[in-house]
């Protein structure tokens, strides 16, 4: 699960003031309920800002800023910067090959019919992928 290390509630103002404030204490006790186990050096917080009236905008800005610079210090930041490649790359890879599998003809219509065989139960999804990408690697 993804634990958000600051939440930042908007609509801070007007008659949606006490609302905000609420909403902000509500999520406050959640996140100490759900703390990141990834990151011990940062403890997750909820603030309020009003676009409108422009405030809370300054502080959130600043909390931002804090955060950042702190995991660019621990290398944290580097760190995860290096594994989003690595997910952006296979990202990327399956991306082309869905692309690649479907502009070809036969094999797309081979894909329509074991989408509904799979849908049905009658093929099982793994046995599916795997007569989809041999077809394909055969033509």
């Not at 908007?10 to 909403?23: I, M, S, W």
């Not at 204490?25 to 309920?33: D, I, N, P, V």
């Not at 621990?74 to 890879?93: M, S």
């Not at 082309?96 to 093929?123: F, I, W």
Request: charged residues 25%.
């Amino acid at each position: 699960a993804v634990v958000s290390t600051q939440s930042t509630g908007t609509k801070a103002d007007g008659n949606l003031k006490t609302a905000a404030r609420l909403a902000k204490t509500e999520y406050s006790r959640a996140l100490r309920l759900l703390r990141s186990h990834s990151d011990d050096s940062w403890t997750p917080f909820v603030m309020t800002v009003s676009s409108l009236s422009g405030e809370g905008l300054g502080e959130v800005w600043e909390e931002m800023c804090e955060y950042k610079q702190g995991k660019v210090a621990n290398g944290q930041f580097l760190e995860r910067r290096r594994r989003q490649r690595l997910t952006w790359l296979w990202g990327h890879v399956q991306d082309y090959l869905l692309d690649t599998l479907t502009c070809d003809p036969h094999v797309k219509e081979l894909m329509a019919r074991l989408e509904q065989n799979v849908l049905s139960g009658r093929v099982m999804p793994g046995a599916a992928a795997k007569e989809i990408l041999t077809t394909f690697l055969n033509r």
